[in-house]
Nanobody, 121 residues
Framework: QVQLVESGGGLVQVGGSLSLACAASGSIFAINDMAWYRQAPGKQREFVASISFGGRTTYADSVKGRFTISRDNAKFTMYLQMNSLRPADTAVYYC???????????????WGQGTQVTVSS
C-alpha cells in the first residue's frame, strides 16, 4: 500500500512564503514523475508544477518565477517552495506521484489527501 502525505499548508499574508512537502511511504520500488496540483473553491483541479525523477521541472504560467519544485529521491519526498504568494494561490494543494510498487508491474497514479493554503489580503 502506497501513501502520499502532504504537509506545510497554512495561512499566510499576501507576499509571504510557504513550503509544502509530500512524503511517499509504503511499498515503493520507484517514483517516476511527481507533481503538485491545486483546487480552489468552485474551480477544477489545476496543474501547478511537476518534476521528473531526473529533476526536469515544468511550471504553470501562473506560478513561474514564484514557486520552486524539488525532490529528494532517497527520501521519496517532493517539495514546493512558494514565494510572493497571492490571494489567487488560495487552494487545497494536492501531491501526485506516478509510483511503481513492484518491479514487474506498471506504475500507477497516487494522490495525497491535500493541504490547505490560504493567502489573506
Amino acid at each position: 500500500q502506497v501513501q502520499l502525505v502532504e504537509s506545510g499548508g497554512g495561512l499566510v499574508q499576501v507576499g509571504g512564503s510557504l513550503s509544502l512537502a509530500c512524503a511517499a511511504s509504503g511499498s515503493i520500488f520507484a517514483i517516476n514523475d511527481m507533481a503538485w496540483y491545486r483546487q480552489a473553491p468552485g474551480k477544477q483541479r489545476e496543474f501547478v508544477a511537476s518534476i521528473s525523477f531526473g529533476g526536469r521541472t515544468t511550471y504553470a504560467d501562473s506560478v513561474k518565477g514564484r514557486f520552486t519544485i524539488s525532490r529528494d529521491n532517497a527520501k521519496f519526498t517532493m517539495y514546493l517552495q512558494m514565494n510572493s504568494l497571492r490571494p489567487a494561490d488560495t487552494a487545497v494543494y494536492y501531491c501526485h506521484g506516478d509510483i511503481q510498487a513492484i518491479p514487474s508491474r506498471p506504475a500507477f497514479d497516487h494522490w495525497g489527501q491535500g493541504t490547505q493554503v490560504t493567502v489573506s489580503s
